[in-house]
């Protein structure tokens, strides 16, 4: 029988995104069934983060999350070097927000950073206490929220003190319960709004079903007005959702897309790479091993930026190709990212109002960060 510590640590490297909504609903879903053309606007990579060797500004060990800040700038979690360096728009190194040291505030265990509406950064490191909070000039200002365990994961910064985030957790009461959740936090261990609540047994033998329900259920982000921009990762359905800062749904709409089945090389490469990053982050108390949907997923990525439109990847494409939607659900054009090619099957995108950026979730040769220039 499973131990409940191993139950805790699997518990923060397992976090993911929701499946079942809650919250008050948009009455319809507005479906989109543009017409399709071969036209693509070009999205044109102008500059780069990131050297093999070189200065020490600028080789990063292990990038965990990327975030542009609402001053503009860029600003990364590097795990691998437990700090959090923050370059300009263009590239150039600015400060470092935090490192490893053995005090209180110096990171020991990151796993999440979000940059606050007010320019504040807060990381998520359980060994430190929780939600560590650091002023713009990089000083610690204490921990605002306690979460020795099962931690809240992939934080999004949201309008003033706030940052949306997905937790995972596991009841007791009974037969072992996974809660899945998103929700919106403000310097507290409890969500003022929850948007998002998935709850399924909890079975350790069924390491797929437990990622596509959790890690691999949707993509998300939020703007600085305190919106939510979520797309399911669904290899059925194209869907996209606004929320805003209170869980109420504002926009829901869905394309028609064909389904494209994986080659057998693409399941073979997922399905390598999924198990070695999944030993290699420590997963514990579960049998590692994955089967990758047959299919490939409708929607990968999702972003807003400052002309009011939603930027929406597609899954079922091997290079970055992106439908941008106004805010009312209608398709204005589909762009893609010029000379990224399939090498860019892994990269993680993020999409605000100060541009695009990428960096690879499975680097080659050392990681990097991509800075975009967004076609007006």
């Known amino acids: 029988m499973m131990k409940r510590t191993k139950l805790a640590a699997f518990c923060i490297v397992l976090a993911g995104v929701m499946l079942s909504a809650c919250g008050e609903r948009a009455s319809d879903i507005s479906q989109v069934t543009p017409s399709e053309t071969e036209e693509r606007v070009p999205i044109a990579t102008v500059d780069s983060i990131g050297l093999e060797i070189g200065g020490s500004d600028y080789v990063f060990a292990n990038i965990m999350a990327v975030e542009f800040g609402p001053d503009g700038n860029i600003y990364v979690l590097d795990r691998g070097a437990y700090s959090v360096p923050v370059y300009s728009s263009t590239g150039e190194f600015g400060i470092e927000k935090c490192r490893r040291r053995h005090g209180p505030g110096e990171l020991l265990m990151p796993l999440a950073m979000a940059v606050l509406g007010d320019g504040r950064v807060a990381v998520c490191d359980p060994m430190q206490g929780g939600i560590n909070n650091f002023s713009f000039d990089g000083q610690w200002e204490g921990v605002s929220a306690e979460f020795n365990n099962n931690p809240p994961m992939k934080m999004s910064g949201a309008d003033s003190n ?13 037969p072992p ?12 261990s409890e969500p003022t709004a929850i948007y998002y609540r998935d709850e399924f047994p909890f079975d350790p033998e069924d390491l797929t079903e437990l990622l596509n329900r959790t890690l691999f259920s949707a993509e998300y982000t939020a703007d600085r007005d305190g919106n939510v921009y979520l797309t399911p990762m669904s290899t059925e359905d194209y869907i996209v959702q606004v929320f805003d800062r209170d869980g109420n749904l504002t926009l829901e709409f869905q394309r028609e897309m064909d389904r494209v089945e994986k080659s057998a090389e693409e399941i073979a490469e997922e399905k390598l790479w999924m198990e070695a990053w999944l030993t290699s982050i420590g997963a514990q108390g579960v049998l590692i091993e994955y089967e990758p949907n047959p299919y490939r997923l409708m929607t990968s990525d999702i972003g ?13 494409e091997l290079v970055p190709v992106f439908d941008v939607f106004d805010m009312d659900g209608e398709l204005l054009f589909t762009a893609e990212v010029e000379g990224a090619g399939e090498d860019a099957l892994f990269w993680d995108f993020v999409i605000d109002e100060h541009g695009m950026i990428a960096y690879s979730l499975n680097p080659e040769f050392f990681h990097k960060i991509w800075i975009m220039e967004l076609p007006e």
């Open 304 to 316: 807003y930026d400052s002309q009011n439109r939603i930027w929406v990847r597609r899954g079922t």
């Open 162 to 174: 706030a940052f949306v985030a997905l937790k995972l957790t596991i009841e007791f009461e009974g």
């Open 177 to 188: 319960v996974t809660v899945f959740t998103i929700g919106r936090y403000e310097e507290d």
